[in-house]
């Protein structure tokens, strides 16, 4: 019987994963871990660790203990957050995964999950489109840890056969949690300003586009391509996947139509050179055609669905 161990399960991606998890697996069989013990209280239905992943025996000791046959690796230090202290972010990025990879190695652990990110691309890859493979050359930490955890995934699958999986998330966004410190985070903090009947204030320019996913298209991607049968997955650095694309303009006027008040200002800062290396769209071919990826939602069936459902969870503020 599988056994599920989340490692930074508290952040915008893991808190909501894990509860799917838990849906697939049964509460009892996954472990929710994070470095915050505060943290516990978002995970009622299921088991619930402290752990700093960066303690690679803590961490070995309880995948021995719980018998693991799973990890989710999620932890990681983000784009804009990472730049203010790059050492820490390769450090706490690489190392993190690295543990991960040996001890899956070491005791023949089932499956791997690590997220990457459009941040392996850069300044000299194709914008429109941007194929699964093409050059890269991120000009950000956490774009550089990315592209050589790719790097290293694909080895442990070639060199140990490690059956780790990987996507390359665009900007994920939902209603569920804050934003996390990422460039593409305005398109989560723009739904909160709304609710909250307050002007939104854009670290980015209103014609940069960028790649986003709302986050249930991102939950069903992660558990479709875990779920795929070991031959459909040809690719072991990372699939290529897209939802939409839109610029702040865009997602602004989609916001609009529900609620017509809104008002955006633009205050540019050091994110928007972040934003420039990015892609403006991503051509994920090869994860359609290998395990039949999907997105379900547009841009403004996205709105609708969050304007509906964010003030539940962050009631606004007055």
């Not at 840890?145 to 995934?153: D, F, I, P, R, V």
């Amino acid at each position: 019987m599988d056994k599920i161990l989340v490692i930074g399960a508290a952040g915008q991606l893991g808190s909501e994963l894990t509860r799917a998890l838990a849906n697939q697996f049964g509460n009892d069989q996954v472990i929710a871990t994070d470095l915050r013990a505060t943290a516990s209280t978002l995970f009622p239905y299921c088991r619930f660790e402290v752990l700093d992943v960066m303690n690679k025996e803590a961490l070995e000791t309880l995948v021995k203990k719980e018998r693991i046959t799973q990890i989710y690796h999620l932890a990681a230090v983000l784009s804009a957050t990472g730049e203010k202290n790059p050492k820490f972010a390769w450090q706490l990025n690489m190392d993190s995964l690295l543990h991960v990879l040996e001890l899956a190695k070491e005791y023949g652990l089932e499956k791997i999950y690590w997220p990457s990110s459009i941040a392996v691309f850069g300044p000299s890859t194709p914008k429109v489109n941007t194929p699964q493979f093409c050059e890269k050359d991120p000009n950000t930490v956490y774009g550089i840890s990315k592209l050589a955890g790719e790097g290293w995934c694909n080895y442990y699958f070639e060199k140990f056969g490690v059956d780790v999986r990987s996507l390359r998330y665009p900007g994920l966004i939902g209603y569920k949690s804050r934003p996390g410190g990422g460039t593409t985070d305005y398109a989560v903090d723009i739904y909160h300003k709304a609710i909250a009947n307050q002007a939104f204030t854009c670290f980015l320019s209103e014609d940069t586009y960028l790649p986003m996913m709302y986050m249930p298209d991102a939950i069903k991607a992660t558990l479709d391509l875990m779920n795929a049968p070991k031959e459909a997955i040809q690719i072991r650095s990372s699939y290529n996947l897209a939802g939409m694309s839109f610029s702040p303009k865009e997602i602004f006027a989609s916001i609009k139509k529900v609620i017509p008040s809104f008002e955006i200002n633009y205050q540019v800062d050091f994110r928007q050179s972040i934003a420039d290396s990015w892609p403006d769209s991503i051509d994920d071919s090869r994860a359609r055609a290998d395990w039949g990826w999907k997105p379900s939602y547009d841009l403004d069936s996205m709105s609708q669905d969050i304007l509906k459902h964010l003030p539940a969870f962050f009631p606004p503020q007055s």
